[in-house]
């Protein structure tokens, strides 16, 4: 069960990672285009990897 906890952290973590990068990229335009700053990037990269 534990291991199982650490390989889901793990692949979300992951998954955070990678829409951090790909938010980070984004001129400030195309970010306010959907909406968002570059300060709500976090947020926004961490609820996407939790879904």
Same mark, same amino acid.
């Given at each position: 069960?534990?291991? =199982?906890?650490?390989?889901?952290?793990?692949?979300?973590?992951?998954?955070?990672?990678?829409? =951090?990068?790909?938010?980070? =990229? =984004?001129?400030?335009?195309?970010?306010?285009?959907?909406?968002?700053?570059?300060?709500?990037?976090?947020?926004?990269?961490?609820?996407?990897?939790?879904?």
């Amino acid at each position: 069960m534990m291991f =199982l906890a650490i390989v889901h952290f793990i692949q979300t973590w992951k998954s955070y990672n990678s829409a =951090l990068r790909e938010l980070s =990229l =984004l001129s400030d335009r195309e970010l306010a285009d959907v909406g968002i700053n570059r300060s709500d990037i976090p947020r926004v990269a961490w609820d996407q990897a939790t879904r």
